[in-house]
């Protein structure tokens, strides 16, 4: 009789449909869940795990500041251009920072990093650099491969994930859009060396091997002295007057066999 009564008068309730009521009742826990893994997500960048610490791995840059980064060739000198933004190291267009470098150096190593590029940008991880305080040494290329001229008219050599101007990447690789972050990564162990992007290998080689060899007589690097043979060096971030970032860059040292 009550609902009836309700029914009747002014302000009449209907019973709420059982679908309605479940949403209602679900969006906020549904709302909060997204926030919490969002933010766990957020939490994750330029922080270790205790598995990867366990297994010997160091952050190159800890989100904060560029502790043990340096100007190439200028030690003690105060870093220009190259700033922290938002937990990336950050570098605009035309800043005029000039080459970044680790102030470590590495020989047998694994190195993860994750990264972006403005449009019609160009930048590159480069290591193995025969004179650390020149910015001269193999290069992990990234770049905007559909709008940048190097890339457009240098070919596959020279385009995203490519060891530049020596080998170029594989057909199946993954590039994401450009101002989305990639995840690249680089293996050298003895002898051994491994480019991968977005968990896809893009190139392998040997150094001294007649193929590395033949390779360097035919690139830009045919003149530089030493150029290919395995020394330990800085991890050099390049300024190539382009807006990129870097994020999330952990390495960790490896005994070759």
């Known amino acids: 009789m009550k609902q009836a009564q309700d029914f009747a008068g002014g302000n009449a309730r209907f019973p709420e ?20 893994t969002a933010a766990v997500f957020a939490g994750e960048s330029n922080a270790l795990s205790a598995d990867e610490k366990s297994a010997g791995w160091r952050l190159l840059f800890d989100g904060k500041t ?27 267009k035309g800043a005029g920072g000039g080459d970044l470098v680790t102030t470590e150096q590495f020989g047998d190593f694994e190195l993860t990093w994750e990264w972006k590029i403005g449009a019609v940008g160009n930048s590159g991880l480069k290591y193995n650099l ?10 992990y290329q990234m770049i905007d ?13 020279h385009q995203t994930a490519a060891l530049y101007d020596l080998i170029e990447p594989s057909g199946d690789r993954k590039v994401k859009p450009v101002g989305e972050w990639n995840e690249s990564r680089i293996v ?24 590395l060899k033949a390779r360097i007589a035919k690139s830009k690097y045919k003149d530089a002295a030493n150029f290919g043979v395995k020394t330990k060096s800085p991890i050099l971030l390049q300024d190539h007057h382009d807006e990129v970032f870097f994020r999330n860059l952990k390495v960790r040292v490896i005994e070759a066999k």
């Open 17 to 36: 449909n059982p679908r309605t009521a479940m949403r209602h009742f679900l969006l906020p826990i549904v709302t909060a869940v997204s926030l919490l």
């Open 66 to 92: 560029l502790d043990g980064w340096q100007p190439i060739g200028k030690a003690g000198v105060p870093i220009k251009g190259w700033v922290v933004q938002d937990g990336a190291i950050f570098l605009a």
């Open 130 to 139: 025969p004179d650390p305080k020149r910015g001269l040494g193999f290069e």
């Open 145 to 157: 491969d559909e709008k940048h001229p190097d890339g457009l008219r240098g070919g596959k050599l």
């Open 188 to 211: 050298v162990k003895g002898d051994h060396v491994e480019q991968w992007l977005n968990g896809v290998k893009t190139v392998e080689f040997e150094f001294g091997s007649d193929d």
